[in-house]
């Protein structure tokens, strides 16, 4: 069974920066197609970012050019760097892994972000 454990959200002003981790359990990372998502109140759960196995990254339009995901395979972890937070970006944000060969997919307990204006 995997885990997904998210860290690193919290309370920043507008055109401030938060990194959000996501640390991931047991021997599947490196295969994983790794995503970051995001759910404000009342809305529905949408992709921030998401970065393949080989390293390829996709964005939502929303988030390009102010938001970088990385990974560190040695580390089983994710990253997702957040520059120019605007309080639009207030969600829960959510981690996932795609083990789509397998027909796994796994969710992280979520952390707020919740950027002020």
């Known amino acids: 069974q995997v885990q997904l454990v998210e860290s690193g959200g919290g309370l920043v002003q507008a055109g401030g920066s938060l990194r959000l981790s996501c640390a991931a359990s047991g021997n599947a990372f490196r295969f994983a197609h790794m995503g970051w998502y995001r759910q404000a109140p009342g809305k529905q759960r949408d992709l921030v970012a998401s970065i393949t196995s080989g390293g390829s990254t996709v964005y939502a339009d929303s988030v390009k050019g102010r938001f970088t995901v990385s990974r560190d395979n040695a580390k089983n972890t994710v990253y997702l760097q957040m520059n120019s937070l605007k309080p639009e970006d207030t969600a829960v944000y959510y981690c996932?892994?795609?083990?789509?060969?397998?027909?796994?997919?796994?969710w992280g307990q979520g952390t707020q972000v919740t950027v002020s204006s």
């Open positions: 996932n892994m795609d083990l789509s060969y397998i027909m796994k997919d796994y």
